[in-house]
């Protein structure tokens, strides 16, 4: 059974929890039951623990508070809970899957994109022309899967409970022209369309910022519902992705994208930018 964010956190937290108690796996395993081989798929999220065993190792390791139990309990429930995206595990990266997941449970993404527009505000043109001019030439049908792919993952921001996304765009993301004027054109009025909706803030951070907070890249900040889960940074890289939920680490982050709230335009200006920018383009495509 594939691994999940949801249940490779759980086991590092019940690994932790283990640890805490100065316990060996041998000795856990054998008062357990299980095989040692067993607790370490627990413990790494390959195996999703059932809520017995999962009580049972809380009470060995004292954990009793009613509403620890449940939090705990609550979080196994939802690792068993299937996504959309499970249905592509033989076909993307597991990195990839594990931002999907970890977007599609956030409470609220703040992400920072200096030249790219974020994903979750991306046109299927768009994306498809971001996907077709990476080096690693993909077959037609595997672009198309990839933004169909990525159109779901946008469903997320129109479901009974959307995230509060907080998107700061670089000024060269609305300026460089992606796919050509007409695809760089729709993906402005798309941008202009989600400035509006309640959950939705944008920010472009203008040229004229000079030197700022996030001139080393972009990255996501994902938080969730429940405060017993701390915030996870996400950062993309050509050739992987890497997650840090260290506390200097996200505070580090959080810090980053708050100077970069203040330095970019507010999104009434930042709409402002925007629609000057769509009158420059068509202009050029008329000159």
């Known amino acids: 059974m594939a691994s999940t964010v949801r249940s490779r956190r759980l086991g590092a937290d019940l690994r932790k929890l283990r640890e805490a108690k100065n316990l060996k796996a041998e000795a856990v395993a054998h008062d357990m ?3 040692r081989p067993k607790l370490s798929r627990i413990e790494s999220g390959e195996n999703k623990v059932s809520l ?9 390791y004292g954990v009793n508070e ?22 592509h595990s033989d076909s993307l990266p597991r990195e990839y899957l594990d931002f999907i997941e970890l977007e ?3 409470r609220e993404i703040r992400t920072f994109q200096p030249i790219l527009i974020p994903g979750l505000l991306q046109t299927p043109a768009y994306a ?12 037609p049908a595997d672009i198309e899967s990839l933004v169909k792919i990525k159109q779901g993952r946008q469903k997320n921001l129109s479901g009974d409970e959307p995230p509060r996304l907080w998107a700061i765009i670089g ?6 022209t992606v796919g050509g004027t007409a695809v760089m054109l729709e993906q402005l009025r798309h941008l202009e369309q989600a400035v509006v909706v309640p959950h939705v803030t944008i920010q472009v951070l203008p040229h004229s910022a000079g030197a700022h907070a996030g001139l080393t ?5 994902f938080s969730f519902p429940s405060e017993r889960e701390t915030d996870i940074v996400c950062v993309e890289t050509q050739t992987g992705t890497l997650y840090m939920d260290e ?18 335009k507010n999104p009434a200006d930042s709409l402002d930018l925007i629609q000057e920018v769509m009158k420059e383009i068509e202009g050029e495509g008329r000159a």
């Open 128 to 139: 498809r022309a971001v996907i077709e001019a990476n080096p690693a030439i993909l077959p």
């Open 52 to 60: 017995n065993d999962l009580r049972a190792l809380l009470q060995l």
């Open 104 to 106: 599609a449970s956030a």
């Open 171 to 176: 000024e060269s993301a609305i300026r460089q």
């Open 33 to 35: 039951g299980f095989s």
């Open 247 to 264: 506390p200097g680490e996200r505070t580090a982050y959080g810090e980053i994208f708050d100077h970069l709230r203040a330095a970019a």
């Open 66 to 87: 009613p509403g620890q139990v449940d939090h705990f309990v609550a979080a196994a429930r939802e690792a068993r809970k299937p996504g959309w995206w499970q249905r």
């Open 217 to 221: 890249g972009g990255f996501v900040v």
